[in-house]
């Protein structure tokens, strides 16, 4: 009988399997995605490296991609990973159906806002950037 309603899930297009997770971001896109961010105008904008301590840029990520280490500079200055600071500009970033997407705050400037991306010949590019102040 469970062998029949299969088969017949499977012929109407009705299928009872959860669809496959989503493919972990690897490395390369973690450096990718937070350089694309930080350097987006509705970002960058908050980042003020004229301001006494804001060199270098801070970042946290929030986990699973807590561990990476992006190999990027910003102001002539490479970007620094810490695990928790009230002046560092925070991510967390997951993938979507499409692409990717990060939710980032910075608490210095109170702007907090959600970073969507898609992977364009290899390279991830911001489709669209929503931020504002709290």
Do not use: C
């Not at 350089?35 to 801070?58: D, F, I, S």
């Not at 929030?62 to 500009?89: E, F, H, I, M």
């Not at 993938?95 to 290899?122: D, F, H, Q």
């Amino acid at each position: 009988m469970r062998i029949v309603a299969l088969l017949l899930a499977a012929s109407t297009g009705v299928s009872s399997l959860p669809p496959p997770p989503p493919t972990p971001l690897t490395t390369t896109d973690i450096h990718q995605i937070v350089g694309a961010v930080l350097t987006h105008v509705k970002v960058a904008q908050y980042l003020h490296p004229e301001m006494p301590g804001r060199l270098p840029v801070k970042i946290t990520i929030a986990a699973p991609y807590s561990v990476t280490q992006p190999d990027l500079v910003l102001y002539n200055r490479p970007v620094v990973v810490v695990v928790a600071g009230a002046d560092a500009v925070n991510f967390e970033i997951g993938r979507t159906s499409n692409g990717a997407k990060a939710e980032i705050s910075y608490r210095p400037e109170g702007m907090a806002g959600t970073v969507l991306l898609l992977k364009a010949r290899n390279r991830w590019i911001v489709s669209s950037a929503s931020v504002h102040e709290y």
